[in-house]
């Protein structure tokens, strides 16, 4: 058998280690002003970099899900499917790049020859993008990331995962709450999984009126893949008439 050694991937470590130190000393407090405007430049291009790689692919859906997940287990094989529906429906299909449900989901597109994107993100030594990506960009600074995860997609589908898809998950809610975005769909698939998550959300922050009842109308929990497709099909549809068209100049072109 072989032997385990500090570079093997293991589902239980993935994220608990990082190959770059610079965001973490970054979020540290106060440094110098050097410092600090360096890493001002630094993010401000890497959200121009997202910005030329991701304009032109048209109607999108982002999924996020455990990275965790082997290709054997249940929710990977959810994803594939909610990877799958969506393609159909003609959405390309973003996650962050990763294995787990983030590949299952993009191998479904790729499967289907619909563009599949990743932002992936620097954290793991074992960490890769996915080897079913058309499209996509390492990024060093999760806010980049999390900015990039939402401002090209017309909807979000959740599947089972830990804090990183809470984190982007409630990330969404808000922006959608607050109204920075409206009339994007949020689908949580895998009720079993996320019905603790629903009462919270439901019962306990309604009841309390922390969040208005209103706020909940646009989260969907179903197990069904194809369920899922179609009410972000049904909400998003509307939004497929804005055309931005690539400039041979810029070096641009339409995926």
């Given amino acids: 058998m072989k032997e385990e050694t500090e570079t093997t991937t293991r589902p239980e470590d993935w994220g608990t280690s990082s190959r770059d130190q610079e965001e973490r000393v970054f979020l540290e407090g106060p440094k110098s002003r050097t410092f600090e405007i360096h890493h001002v430049f630094n993010v401000a291009m890497e959200i121009l970099k997202g910005l030329r790689k991701f304009h032109f692919i048209g109607p999108c ?3 996020f899900g455990s990275a965790r997940f ?9 994803g ?4 799958r529906e969506l393609a159909l429906k003609g959405f390309a299909v973003m996650t962050g790049g990763g294995p787990g449900i983030m590949e299952a989901a993009n191998k479904a597109a790729k499967d289907l020859g619909v563009c599949s994107l990743g932002c992936n993100i620097t954290l793991p030594t074992e960490q890769k993008p996915n080897p079913y990506l058309d499209i996509w960009m390492e990024f060093k600074y999760f806010m980049v990331r999390k900015f990039m995860l939402a401002k090209y997609s017309y909807g979000f589908v959740a599947l089972p995962g830990g804090f990183g898809t809470l984190d982007e998950l409630f990330g969404i809610l808000t922006l959608i709450q607050t109204k920075k975005i409206k009339n994007f769909p949020v689908v949580l698939v895998g009720k079993e999984y996320w019905e603790p998550l629903r009462v919270l959300i439901e019962e306990r922050f309604v009841g309390a009126k922390t969040i208005h009842p209103e706020d909940t109308k646009t989260i969907y929990f179903t197990d069904s893949p194809r369920d899922a497709a179609l009410f972000i099909q049904a909400i998003a549809t509307d939004r497929f008439e804005l055309r931005i068209r690539p400039h041979k100049f810029f070096g ?4």
Avoid: K
Avoid at 80 to 83: M, T
């Fill in 80 to 83: 594939y499917e909610v990877g």
């Fill in 61 to 63: 859906v982002t999924v």
């Fill in 70 to 78: 082997l290709s054997d287990h249940e929710y990977y094989r959810l």
């Fill in 252 to 255: 641009e072109r339409r995926l």
